[in-house]
């Protein structure tokens, strides 16, 4: 398995910078930096480009709808140009919250948009003249003065694409065009609440699970006894119960959605109904353990070392560690640790 981590740097950006320089030198193969509601990632992926010398740099995610497709193009062929090509275009939908509340742009059809943001920013990347007339973009603008144009850059069409998806259309939406998966909420036990999809989307383009790089995201943690594990663990609902009824809107939360397919619809139901209104505690409360293990990889050394194993054996390329740490040392510690159970199970 390849190793990878993904860094914001809105909350600590010297910090940020330190931890992927340190990191580089731990052996990881690939920095995805996110994009949600502080820093933007273009710019952050710029200076760590400067930064690094052998580290794969990747935007995970820029987000539909806070671009147009071209300018997406633009900034991937700039930065895959100023890192010498170690540059991934990651790309995702985000939710309404961010997109209509935030940007006030309208998500409806993110399925649609996504397909076509993808069919524009590969036409650009490869030096094509950009015409479009699709059902969300359209370009050249119909009635206008402008004619198709091709970007000055240099054409650079090997570019990977990744995407972050999690609903079944968008699954094998990423199967059929993606080189890459970001997923989030995995539980390699339910894994065919993804697989199916992707698959069936991997399967209309002609193509095989080894066609696609399968960069599955987990906190990574490590607890020298079961006293400190099961610490560790309670500390952690709060966080998993704020993603079941806070992240998105009170009808639409695509994290709810993945728990809820892979077998806690239930549970997940109600912590969104106690979040929703107000008792986060209660919320916290309905969090079992075997949820926190299950899409996490906290436990002993022994513990994550099959924990690995075990995502390995469910057909995960490339893992993306979430290391804890109070401090920078302590993140970096974990980092390491985790680094080298990854050697070994694979």
């Known amino acids: ?37 502080g ?58 919250q961010v997109i209509e509340g935030l940007h006030g742009v309208p998500f409806a059809r993110p399925l649609t948009r996504m397909r076509e943001t993808v069919e524009i920013v590969r036409s650009a990347m490869a030096g094509e003249k950009v015409a479009h007339d699709g059902s969300v973009f359209t370009i050249p603008l119909p009635g206008g003065e402008g004619r198709p144009m091709r970007l000055s850059s240099t054409p650079n069409p090997d570019i990977p694409i990744y995407m972050a998806t999690m609903s079944p259309k968008l699954l094998e939406l990423t199967g059929e065009l993606a080189d890459g998966w970001l997923g989030t909420s995995f539980v390699p036990e339910g894994s065919d609440a993804y697989f199916t ?13 080894k066609d696609i790089d399968v960069c599955e995201g987990a906190e990574v943690a490590f607890a020298a006894d079961e006293d400190e594990l099961a610490t560790m663990v309670g500390a952690r609902k709060k966080e998993l119960a704020f993603s079941l009824g806070g992240m998105g809107s009170a009808t639409t939360n695509f994290y709810n959605n993945a728990y809820s397919r892979q077998g806690w619809a239930d549970v997940a139901e109600q912590v969104r109904e106690r979040w929703q209104g107000g008792d986060r505690d209660g919320a916290a409360g309905l969090v079992t353990d075997e949820m926190v293990l299950a899409t996490t990889l906290i436990g002993t050394e022994d513990m994550v070392r099959t924990r690995l194993g075990v995502w390995r054996d469910a057909g995960v390329d490339t893992v993306r560690l979430y290391p804890a740490g109070e401090t ?19």
Request: charged share 25%; with cysteine; glycine share 8%.
């Open 1 to 37: 398995m390849r190793t990878a981590t993904t860094v914001e740097a809105s909350r600590n950006w010297r910090e940020t910078l330190e931890f992927v320089v340190e990191a580089e030198k731990l052996g990881l193969d690939v920095c995805w930096v996110a994009e949600a509601w």
């Open 39 to 96: 820093s933007d990632a273009p710019s952050v992926l710029g200076f760590l480009a400067a930064r690094t010398e052998r580290l794969l740099l990747g935007s995970g995610i820029i987000q539909l709808g806070t671009r147009t497709p071209v300018a997406i193009a633009q900034a991937a062929l700039t930065l895959a140009e100023i890192s010498e090509n170690r540059f991934f275009l990651g790309l995702g939908a985000s939710g309404p």
């Open 197 to 209: 999809h992707l698959d069936a989307g991997l399967a209309k383009a002609g193509r095989e699970r």
């Open 328 to 346: 920078l040392d302590a993140k970096l510690t974990t980092l390491g640790r985790a680094l080298d159970l990854v050697k070994e199970v694979s």
